[in-house]
């Protein structure tokens, strides 16, 4: 099976324009999860989506960040307009609840990571 | 609130050294679910166990154990003779329930020279 997939993987654009971060979730997987990693603040979960719909937005920073999940297979994550501070890897992962997971937990699976430099 | 200590910032063990990763937690969810996670050096991160509240059963696998003690809300991930393949960044997690996200710890850096 293939795995989360994430778009671009290397992305360098300029403060002020849009960035548009895209994830195909593994199949079948009913959780999709966003999270963005720095140095000073490690692992931050940005949002998360259950059955396509959103249940936890508060760590997105602020209104310039906003994310979609429009169907099951594709999420976005987008930035309008970008700052430096923003510059990070964002994390798209996903996970689903089998029998197994439901006595061990669901295990989440990331993508590879896209990587973003905003100058 | 749920939160995730991983007190050892960098370790530096020579090749085939035992090391013991640490990990503690914070919950007042009497179900939780525990995980580790490696991150190389090439950046993705690649799940290695989980554990359920439920299960303080140590587990092993390889080179690689892991301790989990409700006691002292730890969750401890030991490698044993550990090679330069292991030198990654280690997370530990803690997830509050099914279909919850992870909240992770800060990460331990570990670096295993030859």
């Known amino acids: 099976d293939a795995g989360v997939i994430q778009s671009p993987r290397h992305e360098v654009t300029e403060m002020g324009q849009e960035v548009t971060l895209r994830c195909k979730p593994i199949s079948g997987h009913n959780s999709l999860f966003w999270y963005r990693q720095t140095m000073m603040r490690g692992l931050e979960l940005l949002i998360y989506?259950?059955?396509?719909?959103?249940?936890?937005d508060s760590g997105m920073p602020e209104d310039r960040f906003s994310a979609k999940m429009p169907n099951a297979s594709f999420s976005t994550l987008k930035i309008q307009p970008s700052e430096p501070r923003d510059s990070a890897v964002y994390f798209c992962?996903?996970?689903?609840?089998?029998?197994?997971?439901?006595?061990?937990?669901?295990?989440?699976?990331f993508g590879e990571g896209s990587w973003l430099t905003v100058v | 609130a749920q939160k995730v200590t991983q007190a050892q910032t960098e370790i530096s063990v020579v090749e085939k050294e035992d090391v013991t990763l640490d990990c503690v937690y914070e919950?007042?969810?009497?179900?939780?679910?525990l995980f580790w996670y490696k991150q190389p050096p090439s950046g993705e991160l690649v799940f290695l166990i989980r554990r359920n509240s439920f299960d303080e059963q140590n587990e092993i696998s390889g080179r690689y154990s892991w301790n989990f003690q409700k006691s002292t809300s730890s969750f401890n991930f030991t490698i044993t003779a550990s090679q330069v393949v292991d030198s990654a960044v280690y997370f530990c997690?803690?997830?509050?329930?099914?279909?919850?996200?992870?909240?992770f710890g800060k990460g331990t850096s570990l670096l295993v020279t030859p």
């Open positions: 919950t007042r969810d009497t179900t939780y679910y």
């Open positions: 992962a996903s996970s689903s609840l089998t029998a197994r997971d439901r006595v061990y937990g669901n295990t989440i699976y």
């Open positions: 997690a803690l997830s509050e329930g099914l279909g919850y996200a992870l909240n």
């Open positions: 989506f259950n059955n396509n719909v959103p249940i936890d």
